[in-house]
């Protein structure tokens, strides 16, 4: 609003400075931004007061309309940026319920001046519009543009929530079924060998009902955790509710066994300093591609019967589809 007191000051140059229009010209520009920052501040509804501010914005850029006696350029600016302004808010309808008020804004300053008209611009008065054609173009694009990647932010996080456990941050089931399927298809189309290991908690309720069910999401965690340190960044994690987890191994049986021993072996040295007496042990069942039909299902259900082997056959074991427990 200060840089339109620059075509408003060119346009009275031209055609006389009266008083009144000069303490019009400052209250407008300078005095009425800074009065209505600071309604809104003090306002218990300043969303409400924000409107408001709005509304008397247009109402003062229509009166200037017919006090610049309707000159050309300005007086199609003016009315366009306080129009643009409202439609940038975002607010349902606020740009349409604006024009009245605009209008009467209109009407008060052509009662003013008898609603006279010299709409010719001079080249003084282009000059002069042209940093608040500039000016406001470019704040407008700034703040739709930080908008934007506003909301672009926020859209990643909500699909990043939409695919992950809020416990555990590993991926949720409907997630790991959706990539576990694309990714075992992809493997086994390209004859490349994959593992899926299978984990339970052991005695998860009896931690809770013990430690109480704090303890039992720190478990879950502190599995999560480890899964991450220890199956590598190309697995695909993630948890199937309660105290099960899946993990995808892009590697053939051999190293998955590996990889699950090493995991079955942190989680039992683990250590708890707020709860001393905690043991928390897991067991798994583990499956290759191959060994089963080739669907996510049957994979699935065969590494889910190892794992119950594991833990019928103790606990704190692995177990492969076609091997004794170990």
């Known amino acids: ?43 218990a509804t300043p969303f409400q ?25 300005p007086a199609v600016l003016l009315p366009t940026v306080a129009t643009a302004d409202k439609i940038n808010t975002g607010i349902r309808g606020l740009w349409l319920r604006s024009l ?24 003084l008065v282009m000059l002069a519009c042209l940093p ?13 543009f930080h908008l934007v990647r506003t909301v672009q932010g926020r859209n990643r996080q909500l699909a990043e929530l939409s695919r992950q456990d809020p416990l555990t941050g590993l991926a949720n089931r409907r997630y790991w079924r959706e990539e576990s399927a694309r990714l075992l298809a992809e493997r086994s189309t390209e004859g490349l060998p994959s593992t899926l290991l299978m984990i339970d908690v052991d005695k998860l309720k009896a931690i809770n009902d013990k430690y109480g069910h704090g303890a039992g999401d720190d478990a879950l965690c502190r599995l999560a955790t480890l899964i991450r340190e220890h199956a590598g960044p190309e697995t695909l994690a993630g948890r199937l509710g309660g105290d099960e987890f899946c993990v995808m191994l892009p590697c053939g049986k051999s190293d998955a066994e590996t990889i699950a021993e090493r995991l079955r072996e942190a989680m039992a040295s683990a250590r708890w300093p707020l709860r001393p007496g905690l043991h ?13 039909e080739g669907t996510l299902h049957g994979w699935s259900e065969a590494a889910d019967r190892a794992m119950y082997r594991a ?10 589809d076609k091997s004794n427990a170990s």
């Open 49 to 73: 007061a924000e409107q408001r501010n709005l509304m008397i914005d247009s109402l003062l850029a229509g009166l200037w309309v017919p006090l610049m006696h309707f000159n050309l350029l």
């Open 280 to 292: 928390c042990t897991i067991s798994m069942g583990l499956t290759e591609t191959g060994a089963v």
């Open 100 to 123: 009245p008020v605009m209008l009467i804004g209109v009407l008060g300053g052509g009662l003013l001046t008898g609603f006279a008209v010299v709409p010719r611009t001079s080249m």
């Open 132 to 144: 608040l054609l500039v000016v406001h173009t470019l704040a407008v694009s700034l703040g739709t």
């Open 311 to 320: 833990k019928h056959s103790g606990r704190n074991r692995i177990a492969s």
């Open 1 to 43: 609003m200060g840089v339109a007191a620059l075509p408003i000051a060119a346009v009275l140059h031209e055609n006389g400075w009266t008083p009144w229009l000069l303490a019009l010209v400052v209250f407008t520009c300078l005095l009425w931004p800074q009065l209505a920052w600071w309604l809104a501040k003090r306002s």
